[in-house]
């Protein structure tokens, strides 16, 4: 199985985040990698059987944007009028059976200010909760989600699992 990712923004993302964009991508697509390799994370998706075959090519979008357009597409889909930091928005259902040549999971869209905000918050640095957000965003498209207190202690796990991995590598 491969997995590309497709990069768009509407804001200078190394302005805001002190990231290039060419780092930031290779970033996303080595955590994409990562998390498609995971056994146990293909286990826990909603997608397993699909994402199983060698020969699936799956294709992830992620998009930046500030909390102004974060708050309207908040509002917009979840009747919420505040900004977030991350959305997910996938494009399968647990009916869908893959017979496309590329399997496309979905959108993840992330606010750069959010993303700032919540490192400063956090002190951590900017990479670290791009990492964050990004894996959490991505584990939502595979129906990974934290409705109950276990479920939410599972993804924090893999969040910090896949953090430490990507900046293992990069470091």
Known sequence: MSVTISFSSSVK????????????ERILQSLAELIFSDSQIIAMSDFSDSLEDEDLEAEIGFYFCDDEEMQELNLKYRDLDAPTDVLSFSMQDEDTSVDLPVFSL????ISTDKLAEQARQNEHSNLNELIILASHGVLHLLGIHHETSKELHDILDIQQRLLEAILDYYE
């Open 106 to 109: 979905g959108e993840v869209i």
């Open 13 to 24: 993302i190394e302005e805001r985040i002190n990231l290039s964009e060419d780092y930031v």
